[in-house]
């Protein structure tokens, strides 16, 4: 089994890598590498898709060497008992984001016509796109910053308006704003972050 572990941004106190582990089955996997609860939560899951995510989720956690078990509030958002990170996945990629000091939030999309199909249900009235690209980074930047602020009353049509590096949010009567940036991972793959300023 091969895993292609890289840095993919580093500044700002933000460490964030990917994993990615195509063409990895079930059978390629040691189990030994996860805590006990953590096996627990592993067999768990009904769906093998789900049993690689969370694996290679963990995998990767450990290259991070913080030693820290990863947590869950009650909405489902990871949390650490000291620092801040962010977890996502897409077609056998996994990426984790980390920070000693603010809170952050990642997502990663493959950049498919699905997205075009259900822009209505996400779009902001002042979000503007050219082409399925852009639609994908606006899409990314809504769902980082959803787990950015732990939204689960957030409204990515009513609540999270998406500017050119930065995101302006409506979350209970309040205007917040939080940096964004985007790029490209692996030619076919949008990957947005988001986070406030220290």
Request: hydrophobic share 40%.
């Amino acid at each position: 089994m091969s895993h292609h572990i890289k840095t993919i941004y580093q500044q700002k106190d933000i460490l964030i890598k990917l994993l990615d582990y195509q063409n990895t089955t079930i059978e390629d996997i040691d189990l030994s590498i996860l805590s006990f609860s953590d096996q627990q939560i592993f067999k768990g899951f009904n769906s093998v898709k789900r049993q690689l995510e969370f694996y290679h989720l963990r995998f990767l956690w450990k290259t991070f060497y913080t030693n820290q078990k990863i947590l869950y509030k009650p909405t489902g958002k990871p949390y650490l008992k000291s620092g801040f990170l962010s977890m996502t996945h897409s077609h056998q990629r996994v990426v984790i984001a980390f920070s000693n000091k603010q809170n952050i939030g990642i997502d990663i999309e493959k950049i498919s016509e699905k997205l075009d199909r259900v822009k209505h249900k996400f779009l902001h009235k002042n979000d503007t796109f050219q082409d399925l690209t852009d639609l994908t980074r606006l899409w990314t930047v809504k769902e980082a910053v959803y787990k950015l602020f732990d939204g689960d009353n957030l409204f990515f049509m009513d609540d999270v308006e998406v500017k050119t590096n930065s995101a302006i949010i409506n979350l209970n009567q309040l205007n917040l704003k939080a940096q964004t940036h985007s790029f490209f991972i692996d030619n076919d793959f949008m990957f947005s972050l988001a986070f406030n300023d220290l």
